[in-house]
Nanobody, 125 residues
Framework: QVQLVESGGGLVQAGGSLRLSCAASGRTFSRSAMGWFRQAPGKDREFVGAMNWDAITNFADSVKGRFTISRDYAKNALYLEMNSLRPEDTAVYYC???????????????????WGQGTQVTVSS
């Protein structure tokens, strides 16, 4: 059974930093795209950033220059480093993975086959 488990969320003041982790199990995603989405109350799930199978990353304009993504292939894990956090970054953050080999990132959540349960990030002003 494939599982993605996020951790690292919490409450932080504006301008602060958090690092989210996503631990994958049940299969390896070393040749698949993995990414992060977020969903604030009353809003649609939105793309945050993702890494292709070949380690190329891309990000939503709203987080460019503040967020970075990294992977630990040995641990089958994905990370989201968030800096200069703003109150508008408050949301539940989800880890997602595409099932296909040599897959590239997508801004459309429907293109992802596996999802974590989410972790809450709250940024106070």
């Amino acid at each position: 059974q494939v599982q993605l488990v996020e951790s690292g969320g919490g409450l932080v003041q504006a301008g602060g930093s958090l690092r989210l982790s996503c631990a994958a199990s049940g299969r390896t995603f070393s040749r698949s795209a993995m990414g992060w989405f977020r969903q604030a109350p009353g809003k649609d799930r939105e793309f945050v950033g993702a890494m292709n199978w070949d380690a190329i990353t891309n990000f939503a304009d709203s987080v460019k220059g503040r967020f970075t993504i990294s992977r630990d292939y040995a641990k089958n894990a994905l990370y989201l480093e968030m800096n200069s956090l703003r109150p508008e970054d408050t949301a539940v953050y989800y880890c997602a993975a595409r099932g296909g080999q040599f897959s590239t990132s997508s801004h459309d959540p429907r293109d992802y086959d596996y999802w974590g349960q989410g972790t809450q990030v709250t940024v106070s002003s």
